[in-house]
């Protein structure tokens, strides 16, 4: 398939997302032009506030191909992804985003993400929900026996 039939399949995910009930967005993972994984917003459907189009999509990708590591992979979004989902697609190692709506057009329609982007940049200090540091001896147990096992799997 073309970039541009792939991304006409993520916006009519995201229509047929919003006739279920679910939210305006939608995105399929493709690889070498070929769909691997689509899946639209089901947040309000699943009562998952993580079940974004992309999450979504890169869950069942990483089901279907049996790995944890999309590499040579590109998403195909109706729109721009959030922090959430833009850390998602990071993680999971998708080589290339394309998008058809921008946050501004998201943002228009009651769906802004520019307070996360805004809290991101304070200090932690600084930021409207509290981060506060607690026990850290007892968290550093399981990084220290991460650090020794020489059978870990790295990602």
């Known amino acids: 398939m073309t970039n541009e039939e792939l991304m006409r399949r993520a916006c009519r995910l995201s229509e047929e ?25 089901s947040v309000t459907l699943d009562n ?10 890169i869950r069942t990708a ?16 109706s729109c721009e992804p959030c ?10 190692g998708i080589s290339k985003i394309y998008y058809a709506n921008n946050r501004k057009d998201a943002a228009a329609i009651g769906f802004s993400d520019n307070f996360i982007y805004d809290e991101i940049l304070r200090d ?3 930021r409207q929900k509290p981060i506060v540091e607690l026990l850290p001896e007892e968290g550093k147990k399981a990084f220290e026996m991460w650090k020794e096992d020489k059978e870990k799997t790295r990602y």
């Not at 279920?20 to 032009?33: Q, R």
């Not at 990483?62 to 979004?77: A, H, N, S, V, Y």
């Open 17 to 41: 997302s919003v006739k279920k009930g679910g939210g305006p967005f939608g995105a399929v993972i493709a690889k070498n032009g070929v769909i691997v994984a689509e899946a639209s917003n």
């Open 62 to 77: 990483c089901q279907r191909l049996r790995t944890f590591k999309l590499d040579g992979c590109e998403i195909f979004c």
């Open 48 to 57: 998952d506030p993580t079940a974004h189009a992309e999450v979504n999509a």
């Open 83 to 92: 922090p959430m989902c833009l850390g998602a697609i990071y993680w999971a």
């Open 124 to 126: 932690m200090r600084d």
